[in-house]
């Protein structure tokens, strides 16, 4: 490719809304420009380069035999409320109606889509395992879409969907996915790690997400440096100390202005431990009479030296989604903000207490009164309630498998997988009929890999002060050919001879000055840049610089300079290998 013709141009500073080096420079080096909020046109070069990462996800889907399908974007509304999350998910799911008044989504994920499917084809044993794979556009209307490619409302996606017998054909695939997906992101040259999470949404009872570690990233992930247990926070145990002790009497105690743990404690002279705190959410449910949302409040109750994790509490809940309570919304409980808990609380509402309160004893609690809180109060016998893990994991906190003192990071997710099991199966009458002809429903699995958002998180990974420095497995080009001699019939030489050998060349022709072909090629960051000027070319050379190793320059004969290079690009390729 001529840089004289190609449709995009390199820009000298950042726009406006750049909020990290990675999306930075994919701007200013023409890979993507943006269209509107979490939306984006892909340009050449960075097309270029989301082809060459799909092509290494569709080769791995392949080797562990998956076929390759492509499904619409649009669905009928009617195969998502067979599941029941047309209402579950919340405004993120566009939906809308056709000209005939009927309800039609936007998909996120194509679970629905891909069940639909599948029940159409599967009707007996014979006709499993089956596994199948799109790369294909979704749409999720987030309300804040950030840094590029990482966080956007219409994006492309590697899913996968298995069909098995059992859970023993199950957790087969789903190991292969979890080995292939190494593969995927150690040839595109990402370092990922996997982890535990929280199914969410896509339901089951196993997931994994796999995890780029970047101060960038929005999700946390606990990590045992010892032992090696890792998982996002939103699921992340530890191991927590209990206070039990012989309950005493129930005392109300005077404490003006004490709104906050902090302010507490410094009232009372106790510590953080001694206490239970109360978060207070609104969360949305399904009406099982009519099929409709409806709002409840949600209270959680954590012991006062803990934060709730409210991932958790939703899953605990059983609501599909939590937002922060107004004060009218709790005071219609019949509590008071600031010095509310459970106790005497009335109404319709539901109260999760993290096993830290249920287990330990005489903690001091609001007293839904004003400027009041309670001494020694104690689960079950001044309230009850459903108790399980809210806690959220903190660095320093200690590890349940081992015991040594847990790490967080920051991290993007890049990939995901999920044992579904028979979530969408039963839902949908995705049945099969065993050997002895008793129908059962099929067990299933979704795997998924954001392709743009590996490239965003690729464009982080490899940059410095310069630009991009991509790796020759995912850069659009494999060599930036740069001319400095005024005979452009050298440059064109050169340039056919490296394109006849089948090595991709962004050949830089235009008539700009030395330094600005070379800010531009350090913007771009292809693999490899070879300068022709006069004083090597009167020695029969040209100068090689590798992209990852500025401070190297090689000299090639032009005799046999394609085998030269090619020699070059196989070992840069087995570096990723």
Not at 109 to 127: F, G, M, N, P
Not at 478 to 505: C, F
Request: net charge negative; glycine share 10%.
């Amino acid at each position: 490719m001529r840089m004289s013709a190609l449709f995009s141009r390199t820009l000298r500073e950042a726009p406006n809304g750049a909020d990290c080096k990675g999306y930075e420079y994919l701007l200013r080096a023409g890979f993507i420009k943006q269209l509107a909020a979490g939306i984006f046109d892909l340009m050449p070069l960075g097309l270029r380069s989301i082809r060459k990462i799909e092509a290494i996800v569709r080769e791995e889907m392949e080797n562990i035999g998956a076929q390759e399908v492509l499904m619409p974007l649009v669905n009928p509304g009617d195969i998502w409320k067979e599941t029941g999350r047309y209402w579950s998910i919340d405004r993120e799911m566009s939906r809308f109606t056709d000209r005939n008044d009927r309800d039609m989504v936007l998909a996120m994920t194509h679970e629905e889509a891909a069940t639909d499917l599948a029940r159409a084809q599967i009707d007996s044993y014979k006709r499993l395992p089956q596994l199948f794979f799109q790369i294909q556009t979704k749409w999720r209307d987030d309300p804040r879409p950030r840094a590029g490619l990482i966080r956007v409302r219409e994006f492309t996606m590697k899913d996968s969907y298995s069909f098995d017998r059992d859970q023993e054909g199950l957790e087969k695939v789903y190991k292969a996915h979890y080995d292939a997906y190494f593969r995927i992101f150690r040839r595109c040259g990402l370092p990922v790690i996997a982890v535990g999470s929280d199914s969410g949404m896509m339901g089951g009872k196993v997931a994994h997400e796999y995890m780029y570690l970047s101060p960038i990233g929005e999700d946390t992930i606990v990590i045992c440096p010892k032992c090696g247990y890792t998982a996002n926070r939103q699921v992340a145990r530890f191991k927590k100390t209990y206070y039990p002790s012989e309950p005493a009497a129930l005392t109300e105690v005077a404490t003006p202005g004490a709104r906050t743990i902090e302010q507490l404690c410094q009232s009372l002279n106790i510590r953080p431990e001694q206490t239970a705190k109360a978060l207070f959410m609104v969360g949305s449910f399904i009406d099982d009479t009519n099929g409709k949302e409806v709002d409840k409040l949600v209270i959680g109750l954590v012991r006062g030296d803990m934060e709730i994790e409210e991932n958790k509490l939703q899953n605990a809940a059983g609501a599909n989604g939590l937002r922060p309570a107004h004060d009218e919304e709790i005071a219609a409980c019949g509590i008071v903000p600031g010095f509310g808990s459970p106790i005497g609380a009335k109404g319709d509402f539901i109260l999760v207490v993290d096993d830290s309160v249920a287990q330990s004893n005489n903690l001091v609690a609001g007293a839904n009164k004003e400027g009041y809180h309670l001494m020694n109060t104690n689960f079950g016998r001044d309230y009850t309630g459903k108790v399980a893990d809210i806690a959220s994991a903190q660095t320093g906190y200690v590890c349940s498998v081992c015991g040594e003192s847990l790490q967080c990071s920051k991290g993007v997710e890049v990939g995901n997988i999920f044992q579904l099991g028979t979530r969408y199966s039963e839902s949908m009458g995705c049945w099969y009929q065993d050997e002895q002809g008793v129908r059962r429903p099929v067990i299933m699995g979704s795997y998924g890999i954001g392709i743009g958002r590996l490239l965003a998180c690729l464009a982080e990974n490899y940059n410095d002060v310069q630009g991009l420095a991509l790796p020759v497995s995912v850069a659009p080009y494999q060599v930036h050919l740069v001319s400095l001699v005024k005979d452009p019939s050298v440059g064109e030489k050169i340039y056919g001879e490296l394109q006849n050998a089948g090595i991709e060349v962004l050949y830089d022709d235009r008539k700009e000055s030395a330094g600005v072909k070379f800010s531009d090629a350090d913007l771009i960051g292809l693999p490899i840049r070879m300068t022709v000027g006069n004083r090597s070319l009167a020695e029969g050379k040209v100068e090689v610089k590798l992209r990852n190793d500025p401070d190297r320059t090689l000299m090639l004969d032009l005799q046999g300079l394609p085998a030269e290079v090619q020699s070059i690009i196989s070992e840069l390729k087995a570096a990723l290998a």
